[in-house]
């Protein structure tokens, strides 16, 4: 049966017209909240706990913690939204962003914008109601650089809009802590700066894992402007950037309970972070399969593992 004589067959059976209604519209949630990128989010949210633990010196409030997170998903997905509307025309000619709901039509573009304020204005209003206003500040400049600066300026522009791109990436640290306190200290600094370094080597493995996508939609992603192997000296510098940052918290933040039950598993994970670093340079310099992702996954596991661990100490 094709698709014409399916709806043509719905129109007449008022059971099949009431059958495929839940059907579209849970088609139609789907596709606003691919918008909003969940997976990046829950990655977003891995950092915000561990730096709302670590200013607590301990568990939040529970109404704190929650709000925070439901602020923060929406100020996220707000960003994401608005990423997506922008690049639309980029994402039509990129095969990994081809099926995004902007580029399939599954959401206009109005009804994007629309859906992307209404995320920013309740995320702002939940977080300036039940945390703090320097939180919800915060992320509303980091909605501001991510959809505005990043996404139309940086990343169309130089090659270095990953290491501009970290700052709103790294900001879920700076949110929690202010969530919690009303204030920044130097603990919320250093573990920012962690996950800002962090976001080179992660991001730029997976650039090289599409670069011809980035080149086809005329991105200067650094993998696309520079060659391969500068492209991992580049990754294995900051890799050993983010384990001495990394490293840095336990001076900075012993007064909030940071000691040996953080540092140790920051080595480990360090050591074991900057080797698939060198193991990706050494493919890349032997000119076979670089297998760049190996190094993406690796990288996500090693940061949350590295929250984990700044979870556990402040409890502990």
Request: positive net charge; proline residues 5%; contains cysteine.
């Amino acid at each position: 049966m094709t698709a014409l004589s399916e709806r043509s067959a719905a129109r007449r059976d008022p059971a099949r017209r009431s059958a495929s209604r839940p059907s579209a519209l849970r088609a139609r949630v789907l596709a606003y909240v691919a918008l909003t990128k969940p997976r990046i989010i829950e990655l977003l949210l891995v950092t915000t706990v561990p730096a709302m633990m670590l200013a607590a010196r301990g568990w939040p409030s529970w109404a704190v913690l929650v709000a925070t997170l439901v602020g923060g998903t929406l100020a996220a997905g707000a960003a994401n939204v608005f990423n997506c509307y922008f690049d639309r025309d980029i994402d039509r000619l990129m095969q990994r962003t081809q099926k995004r709901p902007l580029v399939t039509g599954e959401v206009s573009p109005r009804a994007a914008l629309i859906f992307g304020f209404v995320l920013t204005v309740v995320s702002i209003a939940l977080l300036a109601a039940t945390t703090t206003l320097l939180a919800a500040a915060l992320a509303a400049g980091a909605i501001f650089y991510y959809a505005v600066l990043y996404t139309m300026v940086f990343k169309r522009h130089t090659r270095r809009s990953t290491e501009w791109g970290g700052v709103p990436g790294a900001a879920p640290v700076l949110i929690g802590w202010a969530a919690v306190t009303g204030s920044l200290d130097w603990p919320a600094v250093v573990v920012f700066a962690v996950v800002w370094a962090w976001q080179m080597p992660h991001f730029w493995a997976l650039a090289l894992r599409f670069k011809d996508d980035y080149a086809r939609a005329d991105v200067p992603m650094l993998p696309v402007v520079t060659s391969a192997v500068s492209v991992g000296r580049q990754t294995v510098a900051w890799a050993w950037v983010t384990v001495a940052v990394s490293l840095l918290l336990w001076p900075v933040a012993s007064d909030y309970g940071i000691g040996l039950g953080y540092t140790i598993p920051a080595v480990l994970l360090g050591a074991w972070f900057v080797v698939e670093s060198h193991r990706l340079l050494r493919r890349i310099d032997a000119g076979g399969e670089t297998k760049p992702m190996q190094l993406f996954h690796v990288s996500i596991s090693y940061l949350a593992l590295l929250m984990v661990a700044i979870v556990v100490d402040a409890i502990v």
